[in-house]
């Protein structure tokens, strides 16, 4: 389980405790490793993302049972929020096309 402090430390589960800095860095090569991934190897960006995701999760030592939880729960907030947007816009393209572009 990771717990998040007051000094904005992040506490692994085996007790250690990782600074700002640390993950500042490891974000920072992780982001890198995103563009390498899309621009070099011409990898999808979902793919890419993931794949930074589970880097990110390894180095800081993130529990192997909680990896897939977490990815899990991000995917599902980012999809629950689009599913609302794109849900809209074809509810008013819809809408639109049966008015014929009357509105104004």
């Known amino acids: 389980?990771?717990?998040?402090?007051?000094?904005?430390?992040?506490?692994?589960?085996?007790?250690?405790?990782?600074?700002?800095?640390?993950?500042?860095?490891v974000f920072a090569i992780d982001l890198l490793l995103v563009i390498v991934l899309i621009l070099k190897a011409r990898c999808h960006a979902s793919i890419a993302l993931l794949l930074a995701a589970l880097a990110m999760a390894v180095v800081t030592r993130t529990p192997l049972s909680d990896i897939i939880g977490i990815i899990a729960e991000g995917v599902a907030s980012i999809l629950g929020s689009l599913t609302l947007t794109i849900g809209l816009g074809l509810s008013w393209g819809k809408v639109s096309k049966s008015l014929e572009g009357r509105i104004r």
């Open 1 to 25: 389980m990771v717990n998040y402090c007051a000094a904005c430390t992040l506490e692994i589960h085996v007790g250690v405790s990782v600074g700002n800095t640390f993950l500042i860095v």
